[in-house]
């Protein structure tokens, strides 16, 4: 019962910190029945990816990420239906209102709640706190956190 309504708080205060900024509709759910593979997200806004993260979900298709996911896009991993390709690139950075380094408060604290193990303590370390990328393999990222899965058997992006 108290997540929903810290998340209703946070999301108000977001809110509130980004008056101004850009307003986007949130995504469609997914349709379909095959895999849903995501390539080079740069993450966006928090609030939205949470409502992405909860499409992705429902969805019950298998979510590859693959190539790089940063910012936001790192909310997605820990979704059960979720794995990581096995090139994929994870960058951490504090959360900041669009065009700035202001850190909204608490925003830091929506996107742990989706973390795990050693990347939540990394997260709750200074990753959250740095405006610079901090970028790890897949491989380092299921290091930190044991309960995320590799993706097999992927082929490489055509281009």
């Not at 669009?98 to 200074?126: F, K, N, S």
């Amino acid at each position: 019962m108290a997540r929903p309504l810290r998340i209703t708080l946070s999301s108000v205060l977001l809110a509130l910190c980004m008056a101004g900024g850009p307003v986007l509709a949130p995504a469609a759910p997914p349709s379909g029945s095959g895999p849903i593979d995501i390539w080079n997200d740069s993450g966006g806004n928090v609030l939205q990816m949470l409502q992405r993260r909860d499409d992705l979900a429902r969805s019950g298709r298998q979510l590859r990420i693959r190539g790089y996911c940063r910012s936001a896009c790192t909310m997605l991993i820990t979704l059960p239906n979720a794995c990581l390709g096995p090139k994929a690139r994870i960058g951490f950075h504090a959360p900041r209102i669009p065009g700035t380094t202001i850190i909204p408060p608490m925003v830091d604290r929506i996107m742990a709640d989706t973390y795990r193990g050693g990347v939540r303590q990394r997260w709750l370390a200074g990753w959250n706190r740095s405006i610079e990328m901090q970028v790890i393999s897949a491989e380092d990222y299921v290091r930190l956190d044991p309960q995320t899965r590799i993706c097999e058997g992927l082929a490489p992006r055509r281009r």
